[in-house]
């Protein structure tokens, strides 16, 4: 799978806005998707969507998929040769990646276990999905085990 950075606000605000509900919190305006393709890591997955990555620290690498509905049977391929792009391109001062997931959606869980990551954390109660209250799964791979 090719993956390539891309500066393609348009594009990557479509995939982006098609799925904004599912990725989101009870409420969440639209406007609230700022798409910033100059701070931020967008990473073109050709037809399957984009992969945002974002520093959360100096040390540190946020990813979060944005993986076409049509395309999810190729979700591990996606996040493998993310994994890897980003292995072999990120600034050496990145040591880890992390992402996060709710647990309102535990084939996610899976999902982000099956490409490598451990689970290291959890923030009770702290998202907001249909009317409810759900933890935080916090997961983390180090760049060296990538």
Same mark, same amino acid.
């Given at each position: 799978m090719m993956v390539s950075r891309s500066h393609d606000? +348009? $594009?990557? +605000?479509?995939? @982006? /806005? =098609? /799925? %904004? =509900?599912?990725v989101t919190e009870d409420d969440t305006a639209p406007e609230c998707a700022?798409? $910033?393709v100059d701070t931020d890591c967008w990473l073109s997955l050709g037809e399957c969507g984009y992969m945002h990555v974002s520093a959360y620290n100096r040390t540190t690498l946020d990813i979060h998929p944005y993986i076409i509905k049509e395309q999810r049977n190729k979700s591990i391929e996606c996040? +493998?040769?993310? %994994? +890897?792009w980003v292995a072999e391109n990120a600034p050496s001062m990145y040591k880890k990646i992390i992402s996060? @997931?709710? =647990?309102?959606?535990?084939h996610i869980k899976r999902y982000t276990k099956r490409l490598?990551?451990?689970?290291?954390g959890t923030y009770k109660k702290?998202?907001?999905k249909n009317g409810q209250l759900y933890d935080l799964w %916090?997961?983390?791979?180090?760049r060296k085990d990538i």
């Open positions: 606000h +348009k $594009d990557i +605000k479509r995939v @982006v /806005m =098609s /799925m %904004l =509900s599912d700022n798409i $910033d996040g +493998k040769a993310t %994994l +890897k996060q @997931v709710p =647990s309102i959606y535990p490598g990551f451990e689970h290291e702290c998202f907001t %916090l997961f983390g791979i180090e």
